[in-house]
């Protein structure tokens, strides 16, 4: 398969398409170019490229001096009909011009084409090899992308300097051969020509890396491995294409060259080549007038030329179109539909449909709907921009009117909320405004708007109406103190039909304190109780009375009359509370004062003790409504009574007696006032009534019954303290506890009705709580409440009663005698440890009470034994008269 000697022009034309030989002449790159092609050139095909910037860079007019050649901008030379070459020379001349330099260069161009060779055939000469200098390097080789043949097409020879001494056979491997894609390249073994089977798409496969081999007859290689990359040159046969649907938008009446958005196209051709450098252009804008966008040929990027208005124009199509090879008439093209949305901005205003309306309502009426206003608004409906806002400017100074939006049509709804009065006014004329619930924007086509207004005429219908309470309140002012059967001035109400008050009735609603009785047909007050503006219905020195005004068919209104008390300085001051001191520390007593009268005959107060006192106390004021009081040195630990005048600011005083507690303490708090010790601050104002004098007659009488019948039943018993003094630490007492003891009493004491042997011998001591065991059987005994003891067998309970005998007459049944108690537990205690240290199992020693330590003697409270046997005393109050020592320890404790 090798190939003859007349090549096609397609595979001359692919071998050597981009061998570009620049030959310079006189060093000078402007005069001569020399483009090695092959002998015949079809339209529109590649030549060569030239560098037109080394020749002249500013170069603004390219034009070629043969109509069969053309030239572009990047220097590229295009052939524009089918050229055959002969064996000759064919040359022509690139002239270059700048308009503005008024220069000109000019390159002539020389198409070289090849001579034809005759293939050799190789025989070996010698059999034996030989080492010779051998050519084998790769060769630049490239293939046109979508050749249209014919096939097979040569595209490239590989040679070996040993064919020169060796029969020779070439061999190929790799893509497009015995890889994807398959067969696509084959080799004449014998001549070394590469064949191209089938046209490639460049898209697909950009490049072929193969392996060329030189292997004589018997399979020896007399060359290493050739690599020889085949490249894909690029044709133009992809246009470009845009991904999808594109929208954008853009706020109505922006600045003129204001970004819309940009498009970008693709192109599937090799990059940075005129097949894929796009110019970009609108075709077509719906709707055409006014033109308002302009792209970027380059960029794409789409511009505002004239600002668009979204009430002519909400939305525009723009047919855009994308074409390769610069933008040139011959490049493949494609377009796409893209479409803006103007968005809205508040550059209408709204207008009232109509300037003037007329309504009419009822005197009297409220919350009626009485007038509906409708608006155009060129805007975005339902939108801030378009919902209207209303207003009224003018006609509505005492409120009477209200106008809101109804959310579904956006008009205005005028209603009444205040009564109108056909009296006063029978007609009522209001300016209405409207606007947006935004402001207006300050875009181009919104200067000098302003807000739209329209005038509403409202008639007042008369109506037959009640009377009238204005206003609502009437203050009168009144003295504090004003006597009873003093008339003042009442709430007066009117008729509006004859604007008097005549034929209407008064009532008292509401008189808390029933001070006043009411006039009926003038409606002034009379006082039926003196006035005291310190009463507690009197609020900020205002008394308030509700009245009812009626006419005659029944119609009525209600008013306030405030009486305005003045004050009258008919209050001393008075001391509020009785006070504790610590006669050890530096405090003092805080002596607080309060005048129930108001400011201006308050505070402040003046603190003033008589002679008597002067000499055991001393006071000083603290502020305005307070004073610390002292007592001097020598006083005791009690009771006083100080008396004290408290004066206001006018010199109005009187004299209170401040109950003051001097007592041995750390903290006031430490001291309580016991009951019937103290007294008031101030003698009380209350008188009794002679009803009430004979029921504490007779309850004093019956209290009396009560306390001679008890006494007579408790006197029936004599009453014997059973413990000595002596013998208080030795009570039988719960030894855990720190508590006052409870009293030995026959209610919580019960023991055996057994009479036990006292001469029986005692084994050991222990505490009560055991078991013991004699003759007449083992008997348990256990505490009650700490104290009592109780058999765990059938059988009596003897108490000790019993024990002392019946003949022993009237014994107190509450106490015994120490001696009687011991001798009484003390064999039943040894019978108990006896039959503990008899019981291997140890069962009697469960309810041991462990012996206690002696807790000395000589404390100054006394026993806790003997302290819990004082129920005739009163209760703790030694702990008031502790040693000094402790007092010193209670402050230490305080201060941590």
């Given at each position: 398969?090798?190939?003859?000697?007349?090549?096609?022009?397609?595979?001359?034309?692919?071998?050597?398409?981009?061998?570009?030989?620049?030959?310079?002449?006189?060093?000078?790159?402007?005069?001569?170019?020399?483009?090695?092609?092959?002998?015949?050139?079809?339209?529109?095909?590649?030549?060569?490229?030239?560098?037109?910037?080394?020749?002249?860079?500013?170069?603004?007019?390219?034009?070629?001096?043969?109509?069969?050649?053309?030239?572009?901008?990047?220097?590229?030379?295009?052939?524009?009909?089918?050229?055959?070459?002969?064996?000759?020379?064919?040359?022509?001349?690139?002239?270059?011009?700048?308009?503005?330099?008024?220069?000109?260069?000019?390159?002539?161009?020389?198409?070289?084409?090849?001579?034809?060779?005759?293939?050799?055939?190789?025989?070996?000469?010698?059999?034996?090899?030989?080492?010779?200098?051998?050519?084998?390097?790769?060769?630049?080789?490239?293939?046109?992308?979508?050749?249209?043949?014919?096939?097979?097409?040569?595209?490239?020879?590989?040679?070996?300097?040993?064919?020169?001494?060796?029969?020779?056979?070439?061999?190929?491997?790799?893509?497009?051969?015995?890889?994807?894609?398959?067969?696509?390249?084959?080799?004449?073994?014998?001549?070394?020509?590469?064949?191209?089977?089938?046209?490639?798409?460049?898209?697909?496969?950009?490049?072929?890396?193969?392996?060329?081999?030189?292997?004589?007859?018997?399979?020896?290689?007399?060359?290493?491995?050739?690599?020889?990359?085949?490249?894909?040159?690029?044709?133009?046969?992809?246009?470009?294409?845009?991904?999808?649907?594109?929208?954008?938008?853009?706020?109505?009446?922006?600045?003129?060259?204001?970004?819309?958005?940009?498009?970008?196209?693709?192109?599937?051709?090799?990059?940075?080549?005129?097949?894929?450098?796009?110019?970009?252009?609108?075709?077509?804008?719906?709707?055409?007038?006014?033109?308002?966008?302009?792209?970027?040929?380059?960029?794409?990027?789409?511009?505002?030329?004239?600002?668009?208005?979204?009430?002519?124009?909400?939305?525009?199509?723009?047919?855009?179109?994308?074409?390769?090879?610069?933008?040139?008439?011959?490049?493949?093209?494609?377009?796409?539909?893209?479409?803006?949305?103007?968005?809205?901005?508040?550059?209408?205003?709204?207008?009232?449909?109509?300037?003037?309306?007329?309504?009419?309502?009822?005197?009297?009426?409220?919350?009626?709907?009485?007038?509906?206003?409708?608006?155009?608004?060129?805007?975005?409906?339902?939108?801030?921009?378009?919902?209207?806002?209303?207003?009224?400017?003018?006609?509505?100074?005492?409120?009477?009117?209200?106008?809101?939006?109804?959310?579904?049509?956006?008009?205005?709804?005028?209603?009444?909320?205040?009564?109108?009065?056909?009296?006063?006014?029978?007609?009522?004329?209001?300016?209405?405004?409207?606007?947006?619930?935004?402001?207006?924007?300050?875009?181009?086509?919104?200067?000098?708007?302003?807000?739209?207004?329209?005038?509403?005429?409202?008639?007042?219908?008369?109506?037959?109406?009640?009377?009238?309470?204005?206003?609502?309140?009437?203050?009168?002012?009144?003295?504090?103190?004003?006597?009873?059967?003093?008339?003042?001035?009442?709430?007066?109400?009117?008729?509006?039909?004859?604007?008097?008050?005549?034929?209407?009735?008064?009532?008292?609603?509401?008189?808390?304190?029933?001070?006043?009785?009411?006039?009926?047909?003038?409606?002034?007050?009379?006082?039926?109780?003196?006035?005291?503006?310190?009463?507690?219905?009197?609020?900020?020195?205002?008394?308030?009375?509700?009245?009812?005004?009626?006419?005659?068919?029944?119609?009525?209104?209600?008013?306030?009359?405030?009486?305005?008390?003045?004050?009258?300085?008919?209050?001393?001051?008075?001391?509020?509370?009785?006070?504790?001191?610590?006669?050890?520390?530096?405090?003092?007593?805080?002596?607080?004062?309060?005048?129930?009268?108001?400011?201006?005959?308050?505070?402040?107060?003046?603190?003033?003790?008589?002679?008597?006192?002067?000499?055991?106390?001393?006071?000083?004021?603290?502020?305005?409504?307070?004073?610390?009081?002292?007592?001097?040195?020598?006083?005791?630990?009690?009771?006083?009574?100080?008396?004290?005048?408290?004066?206001?600011?006018?010199?109005?005083?009187?004299?209170?007696?401040?109950?003051?507690?001097?007592?041995?303490?750390?903290?006031?708090?430490?001291?309580?006032?016991?009951?019937?010790?103290?007294?008031?601050?101030?003698?009380?104002?209350?008188?009794?009534?002679?009803?009430?004098?004979?029921?504490?007659?007779?309850?004093?009488?019956?209290?009396?019954?009560?306390?001679?019948?008890?006494?007579?039943?408790?006197?029936?018993?004599?009453?014997?303290?059973?413990?000595?003094?002596?013998?208080?630490?030795?009570?039988?007492?719960?030894?855990?506890?720190?508590?006052?003891?409870?009293?030995?009493?026959?209610?919580?004491?019960?023991?055996?009705t057994q009479t036990t042997n006292i001469s029986e011998p005692i084994i050991s001591t222990g505490t009560l709580g055991g078991q013991a065991t004699k003759a007449g059987g083992p008997q348990s005994f256990e505490m009650v409440k700490g104290y009592t003891l109780e058999s765990t067998k059938s059988g009596g309970h003897p108490t000790l009663e019993s024990y002392k005998g019946s003949g022993q007459g009237l014994v107190d049944t509450g106490r015994y005698a120490y001696t009687d108690w011991h001798s009484f537990t003390q064999p039943r205690l040894g019978e108990k440890v006896y039959h503990c240290g008899q019981d291997e199992e140890h069962k009697y020693s469960k309810d041991y009470v462990l012996s206690y330590n002696y807790e000395g003697k000589g404390s100054v409270a006394g026993s806790v034994g003997c302290c819990s046997d004082r129920q005739d005393e009163e209760g703790l109050e030694f702990l008031d008269h502790l040693e000094p020592k402790f007092r010193t320890l209670a402050k230490t404790c305080i201060k941590k």
């Amino acid at each position: 398969m090798a190939p003859t000697p007349g090549s096609t022009l397609r595979s001359i034309l692919c071998r050597h398409l981009f061998s570009l030989l620049v030959l310079c002449f006189f060093c000078d790159a402007c005069k001569k170019v020399a483009l090695k092609v092959p002998s015949h050139l079809p339209a529109d095909t590649l030549v060569g490229r030239v560098n037109l910037e080394e020749c002249l860079k500013s170069a603004d007019l390219i034009h070629s001096s043969d109509p069969d050649f053309r030239v572009l901008e990047d220097g590229s030379v295009y052939t524009t009909k089918n050229i055959g070459l002969s064996s000759e020379k064919r040359t022509f001349a690139i002239l270059l011009s700048d308009s503005q330099k008024k220069n000109q260069k000019k390159i002539e161009i020389a198409l070289l084409t090849p001579e034809k060779q005759k293939p050799m055939k190789r025989h070996a000469k010698d059999r034996a090899l030989k080492r010779t200098k051998r050519r084998w390097a790769p060769i630049p080789c490239s293939i046109m992308e979508n050749s249209l043949g014919p096939f097979p097409q040569l595209i490239q020879q590989i040679q070996s300097d040993s064919a020169q001494n060796y029969t020779i056979y070439y061999s190929i491997s790799g893509p497009g051969i015995d890889k994807e894609p398959f067969n696509l390249f084959y080799i004449d073994r014998d001549t070394g020509d590469i064949f191209c089977t089938r046209a490639v798409d460049r898209e697909t496969y950009d490049s072929f890396e193969i392996t060329g081999y030189a292997t004589t007859p018997d399979g020896y290689s007399t060359d290493p491995p050739l690599q020889l990359m085949i490249i894909v040159e690029d044709d133009n046969d992809n246009a470009p294409y845009f991904e999808d649907m594109i929208t954008f938008n853009v706020l109505e009446n922006c600045r003129v060259g204001t970004s819309v958005g940009q498009v970008v196209a693709k192109d599937r051709d090799e990059p940075d080549t005129l097949h894929t450098r796009l110019k970009y252009t609108i075709l077509k804008q719906i709707p055409e007038n006014p033109k308002h966008f302009a792209i970027h040929p380059d960029t794409g990027v789409i511009t505002t030329i004239f600002p668009p208005d979204r009430e002519i124009c909400p939305k525009y199509t723009l047919h855009v179109e994308a074409r390769d090879m610069a933008g040139q008439s011959f490049g493949l093209s494609s377009t796409t539909i893209l479409t803006i949305e103007i968005k809205d901005e508040n550059d209408n205003a709204p207008t009232f449909k109509k300037a003037s309306y007329v309504t009419e309502v009822e005197e009297n009426r409220i919350n009626v709907e009485i007038l509906r206003m409708d608006i155009d608004d060129k805007d975005l409906p339902n939108t801030p921009h378009s919902r209207a806002k209303y207003i009224i400017l003018k006609g509505n100074e005492k409120e009477q009117f209200q106008i809101t939006t109804d959310p579904n049509t956006n008009a205005g709804i005028l209603c009444v909320v205040k009564p109108l009065d056909y009296e006063s006014s029978r007609q009522v004329i209001l300016q209405v405004g409207v606007v947006n619930e935004v402001e207006f924007s300050k875009g181009t086509n919104s200067k000098g708007i302003t807000t739209c207004t329209a005038s509403v005429i409202v008639n007042v219908k008369d109506s037959d109406e009640g009377p009238e309470c204005q206003p609502p309140a009437t203050v009168i002012e009144s003295k504090d103190g004003m006597g009873v059967g003093k008339e003042i001035l009442g709430y007066k109400a009117q008729d509006p039909d004859t604007s008097s008050g005549e034929g209407l009735r008064y009532q008292k609603l509401k008189d808390e304190a029933n001070w006043f009785q009411i006039d009926e047909k003038t409606g002034n007050l009379k006082t039926t109780q003196i006035l005291d503006r310190e009463s507690p219905f009197v609020k900020n020195d205002q008394y308030n009375v509700t009245v009812l005004a009626v006419d005659r068919v029944g119609r009525s209104c209600t008013g306030t009359l405030v009486v305005l008390l003045e004050d009258e300085n008919d209050n001393s001051p008075i001391i509020k509370k009785n006070v504790t001191i610590c006669r050890h520390g530096d405090e003092g007593g805080l002596v607080e004062a309060v005048d129930h009268d108001g400011p201006r005959n308050g505070p402040p107060f003046e603190f003033i003790l008589d002679n008597q006192s002067n000499k055991l106390w001393t006071i000083r004021k603290k502020s305005d409504t307070s004073a610390i009081i002292h007592p001097k040195d020598g006083l005791k630990s009690d009771f006083y009574s100080v008396p004290i005048r408290v004066e206001d600011r006018h010199g109005l005083g009187r004299v209170s007696h401040l109950q003051v507690r001097l007592c041995d303490c750390t903290l006031p708090s430490d001291c309580k006032l016991p009951a019937g010790r103290v007294r008031d601050a101030e003698p009380s104002n209350i008188s009794l009534g002679k009803w009430a004098i004979l029921a504490m007659v007779l309850g004093s009488a019956l209290l009396l019954c009560v306390l001679f019948a008890c006494f007579c039943v408790t006197t029936k018993k004599t009453v014997q303290k059973c413990f000595p003094e002596d013998i208080a630490q030795q009570n039988l007492i719960v030894s855990n506890t720190e508590a006052p003891g409870e009293e030995v009493m026959e209610a919580n004491i019960r023991l055996p009705t057994q009479t036990t042997n006292i001469s029986e011998p005692i084994i050991s001591t222990g505490t009560l709580g055991g078991q013991a065991t004699k003759a007449g059987g083992p008997q348990s005994f256990e505490m009650v409440k700490g104290y009592t003891l109780e058999s765990t067998k059938s059988g009596g309970h003897p108490t000790l009663e019993s024990y002392k005998g019946s003949g022993q007459g009237l014994v107190d049944t509450g106490r015994y005698a120490y001696t009687d108690w011991h001798s009484f537990t003390q064999p039943r205690l040894g019978e108990k440890v006896y039959h503990c240290g008899q019981d291997e199992e140890h069962k009697y020693s469960k309810d041991y009470v462990l012996s206690y330590n002696y807790e000395g003697k000589g404390s100054v409270a006394g026993s806790v034994g003997c302290c819990s046997d004082r129920q005739d005393e009163e209760g703790l109050e030694f702990l008031d008269h502790l040693e000094p020592k402790f007092r010193t320890l209670a402050k230490t404790c305080i201060k941590k």
